[in-house]
C-alpha cells in the first residue's frame, strides 16, 4: 500500500503560479512512476504530467512549456510546478503513483484560476 498527501492548491488570478506537492509514505521501495492528473468538472481525468523512476518525462499536451513535473527521491515526493495559468486549468489535482502491486491516488487538491 502506498499512501499519498497532497497540498499547495488554492485560488490564484490569471497568469499567477501554483506549486503542487505529494509525499508519499508506505511501500515506497517499489515506486515506479509518479504522476499528476486532473479532473474538472464534467470531465474526464487527465494526465498533466508524469515521471518515472528513471527520471523519463511526460507531459499532457494542454500543459506543455508551463507546467514541470520534479521528484526528490529522498523525500519520496513529487512537485508540479503550474505556472501561466489560466481559467480553464481549474480543476481537482490527484497524485497518482504506481508501483508492482497497483495504482495509488491521492485525495485530491483543489485549484481554482479566477479571471
Known amino acids: 500500500q502506498v499512501q499519498l498527501v497532497e497540498s499547495g492548491g488554492g485560488l490564484v488570478q490569471a497568469g499567477g503560479s501554483l506549486r503542487l506537492s505529494c509525499t508519499a509514505s508506505?511501500?515506497?521501495?517499489?515506486?515506479?512512476?509518479m504522476a499528476w492528473y486532473r479532473q474538472a468538472p464534467g470531465k474526464q481525468r487527465e494526465l498533466m504530467a508524469g515521471i518515472s523512476s528513471g527520471g523519463s518525462i511526460n507531459y499532457g499536451d494542454s500543459v506543455k512549456g508551463r507546467f514541470t513535473i520534479s521528484r526528490d527521491n529522498a523525500k519520496n515526493s513529487v512537485y508540479l510546478q503550474m505556472n501561466s495559468l489560466r481559467p480553464e486549468d481549474t480543476a481537482v489535482y490527484y497524485c497518482n503513483v504506481l508501483n508492482f502491486f497497483g495504482s495509488y491516488w491521492g485525495q485530491g487538491t483543489q485549484v481554482t484560476v479566477s479571471s
Open positions: 508506505g511501500s515506497i521501495s517499489s515506486i515506479t512512476r
